[in-house]
């Protein structure tokens, strides 16, 4: 089992660091192999070690469906004017989505990753707060199916990376609904594909649970539901997240400032009440330790969302503790 941490690939995050090579020390001394790194926004180094990343998170847009279908009134109704929505995607229409996820593709060929994490969801800012979704599970997997298979058609025969989809709360995949599970994998058209199966993002869909015991038990109860799909897990995104009390408390209606918001302060509350639901933290109860031997993942990410080397380094030894006390590492 390759062991990961996750990290954007900036130099806001590599300064704690030094430089890459620091990284890369920090990373064995965390028993890790490397890190799963995703583009934040900056050329990247020349000098990156082609052997510190192991995996590639491409880029993504929480909100991309209505883009993509050229829904330009529902698009205009989210940012308020199309100059926004033009700035925010880069462009507009699907070959401005597929442009984006290509330019993404390139510098995961100069990093040469073991395996590629793709998010197969939609939510507007609205609906992270509504919890009323716009669009159906089936209707995202639909559309993310052609940008998938329009990204990898050039790539099917050599098949350089395991593309793995990665799992959501909000519309698109869920790994709670088998037949949905089902109708990705197989409308794939790339040999190497598979799922990283998110345990926090799993837990976020099951407003009910309050303990990490709970939580294992509900990820046991969606692999014993999945049968034999659940062998396209090949990797774990690590991390727990119980936040049903407050997705209860605080969502179903707009906040009152929200009309006369910009789409600019819009974002930075929901971004805000998006880590309040999906919390990131490491697992210490053994009650995990079955779920993972279960699905012997292939690849393990320690997947936190924290603000300093020094946060990182706890949670990545706290979870590595518990990991080889129950002899998963």
Not at 127 to 156: C, K, M, P, R
Not at 190 to 208: E, Q, S, T, V, W
Not at 239 to 248: I, P, T
Request: aromatic share 12%.
């Amino acid at each position: 089992m390759i062991t990961t941490f996750n990290l954007p690939l900036c130099q806001e995050y590599l300064a704690e660091y030094g430089d890459w090579r620091g990284l890369q020390r920090e990373a064995a001394a965390l028993g890790c192999a490397g890190i799963e790194g995703i583009w934040a926004g900056e050329e990247l180094a020349a000098e990156l070690p082609a052997d510190l990343l192991q995996g590639y998170h491409l880029t993504f847009f929480p909100d991309w469906l209505d883009m993509y279908r050229n829904r330009q009134t529902a698009v205009k109704n989210k940012f308020g004017n199309m100059a926004i929505a033009f700035e925010h995607y880069g462009g507009w229409g699907p070959e401005c989505l597929l442009r984006r996820y290509r330019e993404d593709l390139a510098r995961a060929e100069r990093l040469h990753p073991r395996y590629l994490v793709f998010h197969v969801s939609d939510v507007s800012l609205e609906e992270g707060f509504t919890y009323q979704w716009q669009h159906s599970n089936d209707e995202v997997i639909e559309a993310a199916l052609e940008v998938i298979n329009a990204l990898l058609a050039d790539y099917a025969a050599e098949a350089p990376w395991e593309f793995l989809v990665e799992n959501q709360w909000w519309p698109g995949f869920t790994f709670t609904e088998p037949q949905q599970t089902e109708r990705l994998l197989n409308g794939i058209n790339y040999p190497r594909k598979g799922i990283m199966l998110d345990f926090g993002h799993l837990l976020n869909c099951n407003l009910a649970l309050h303990t990490q015991a709970e939580g294992a038990a509900y990820v046991q109860s969606m692999l014993d539901r999945h049968g034999q799909l659940i062998q396209a897990v090949r990797g774990v995104h690590l991390h727990y997240s119980l936040s049903g009390e407050f997705v209860q408390r605080h969502t179903g209606q707009l906040p009152p400032w929200w009309e006369n918001a910009y789409y600019a302060v819009r974002s930075v509350y929901c971004y805000e009440q998006v880590l309040q639901i999906d919390r990131h933290l490491p697992w210490t109860d053994e009650a995990v330790l079955p779920v993972l031997e279960r699905i012997a993942p292939a690849y393990l990410t320690h997947e936190f969302n924290v603000g300093s080397r020094l946060e990182r380094r706890k949670m990545v030894a706290q979870q590595k503790k518990l990991l080889r006390k129950g002899g998963v590492l």
